[in-house]
């Protein structure tokens, strides 16, 4: 599958825009949070430097083909409260999944579910993607009831399906499928 530029997409009283340098306060923000550090590749208690690092390996996922991962940014401002990605390491299959974070200080204001549905609605329309999967531990009841607002049903409990801070843990399976493939 080929990669073309990574575009900005609007939601609302949010973009869903490139990394850009300015975004480095929101990393080392986010760099002192436990659970965001151990289920992303954002560095704990990372150095400045190491979260340009960061920045620049979301710059390069669209240029390598693994996806597109974006800044949520307020619309107003421009300034990145978040970071939600489309990985697709199984298109080729069909698939894609989707990652997302919010910094605590932007967390239960809707952010997640904004930007959720839009780049799930963006993801199903992406040539070839005809499903796309998000996973989430079952103590996440903000992460999961922002997937079902958006359209995603859950699939089920994948037992120790993803190591998070050195254990194997479960997490939820959630899919959305365009309507006209839904049963």
């Not at 975004?23 to 002192?32: A, G, K, N, Y």
Request: hydrophobic share 35%; aromatic share 10%; charged share 20%.
């Amino acid at each position: 599958m080929e990669l073309i530029e990574q575009p900005v997409l609007n939601a609302g009283t949010f973009l869903l825009r490139p990394f850009q340098d300015s975004d480095l306060d929101l990393i080392q923000e986010v760099s002192t949070d436990l659970y965001i550090t151990q289920i992303t590749t954002v560095p704990f208690q990372g150095s400045r430097q190491q979260c340009l690092d960061f920045v620049e390996r979301q710059r390069q996922r669209t240029v390598d083909g693994t996806g597109y991962s974006f800044a949520i940014a307020q619309s107003a401002t421009n300034i990145a409260v978040g970071q939600i990605g489309l990985w697709l390491r199984n298109a080729d299959r069909g698939r894609a999944s989707i990652g997302y974070w919010v910094s605590p200080q932007h967390q239960r204001r809707g952010v997640a579910s904004t930007a959720l549905k839009t780049i799930s609605e963006w993801g199903l329309s992406y040539p070839g993607i005809h499903r796309v999967e998000l996973y989430v531990e079952p103590w996440n009841e903000g992460s999961w009831r922002a997937a079902e607002r958006c359209g995603f049903q859950r699939e089920g409990l994948l037992r120790s399906w993803e190591i998070i801070g050195g254990e194997a843990k479960d997490l939820y399976m959630y899919t959305r499928i365009p309507p006209t493939l839904k049963d």
